[in-house]
């Protein structure tokens, strides 16, 4: 299983990244991450423990969105993939971090680059909200029951969006990236979704102010953002929701049982 090979073992079934040096970095959750380096390349690796499965994308499918995406330099390309393997060109940049929200500028930028990925094709799956709130939920016990089944109504509340478009679905700031372009990283949970959804993730999750939220809505729609304003709501109160959901799962004591 892949939870006991080293990054060198894994590097050594990938066609002339064998002898790379390998550097740890600050992984994700259910995965570890290295930056190697090869013959002046550089490539981000990331080694699952097991087969990844709903709500994530299998890590094939991740590479085809996310090569799509990179032909319109809206990400970094693809070097490798297989199940529980990911190699992903290493791409000097900015990460930006909460007080970039803060720049007019970069909020415009950003929502361009928004439109640019909602214009990309559609995936062939959709975010299914509800199964993955589900799915949080069963990981939490009885913790929390009555904030749990609130979120839930909520999320449940909403109908699936009409149309969907392809969305990143985990727009953080620690995924977006300054090249000096905008691209957003880690398309684990890329698939179809309501577009409103991913504004909404910078939203809520970064505490936008009205005005910032404004600007956003107006960059994304060439001036006219106030008559969708409703729309972002709603989709605020689903992340929200979600959100809770995901890191209450993620701080249960039953993950570690």
């Not at 990331?46 to 799509?68: C, F, H, L, M, W």
């Not at 972002?232 to 929200?240: H, K, P, S």
């Amino acid at each position: 299983m892949n939870a006991v090979l080293s990054p060198e073992d894994v590097l050594g079934r990938i066609p002339d990244w064998e002898d790379a040096e390998v550097h740890e970095l600050g992984g994700g959750l259910t995965n570890r991450t290295h930056l190697v380096e090869s013959a002046g390349r550089r490539g981000v690796l990331k080694v699952d423990e097991t087969v990844r499965s709903a709500p994530y994308n299998a890590r094939p499918e991740e590479a085809r969105i996310q090569g799509i995406a990179a032909d319109h330099d809206l990400a970094n390309r693809v070097l490798y993939v297989d199940e529980t393997v990911y190699l992903t060109e290493y791409v000097d940049g900015t990460v930006w971090t909460r007080a970039d929200l803060n720049d007019e500028n970069k909020l415009v930028q950003l929502a361009r680059a928004l439109r640019q990925l909602h214009a990309l094709p559609l995936t062939g799956r959709y975010f299914d909200a509800r199964a993955a709130a589900h799915q949080y939920v069963d990981k939490l016990g009885d913790a929390d029951a009555v904030k749990a089944r609130v979120c839930v109504e909520i999320i449940e509340q909403l109908r699936l969006p009409q149309p969907l478009c392809c969305c990143h679905n985990d727009l953080v700031v620690s995924n977006i990236i300054s090249t000096p372009g905008v691209r957003f990283l880690d398309w684990e949970y890329a698939c179809d979704n309501d577009p409103f959804f991913d504004l909404a993730t910078v939203v809520s999750h970064h505490e936008l102010s009205s005005q910032q939220a404004q600007l956003l809505l107006d960059a994304y729609f060439d001036g006219d953002g106030a008559r969708w304003r409703s729309q972002l709501a709603a989709q605020v109160r689903l992340y929200a929701a979600l959100h809770w959901l995901w890191a209450a799962a993620e701080t249960s004591p039953t993950e570690n049982e």
